[in-house]
């Protein structure tokens, strides 16, 4: 399990992807998402821009996040 400390009120789900480097870009972070691999808070996330805040746990590609 990974934390994640958030510096403003929230983060975008893409921008996480890439900051976290599970995507290798923008583009890859838009198709994890599209292909349903992204699951928020015990459900299924297809919102690229969702946004993210403290408390969010998100499970992608057999990792697990916690933002914090």
Not at 8 to 16: M, R
Not at 18 to 47: P, S, Y
């Amino acid at each position: 399990m990974r934390e994640f400390q958030l510096t403003s009120e929230y983060i975008e789900l893409v921008k996480l992807l890439k900051l976290l480097q599970i995507a290798q870009t923008g583009g890859h972070a838009k198709i994890i998402v599209e292909d349903g691999e992204v699951i928020r808070n015990g459900e299924q996330e297809f919102r690229k821009r969702a946004k993210l805040r403290t408390g969010d746990v998100i499970e992608v590609l057999g990792e697990k996040i916690v933002l914090k």
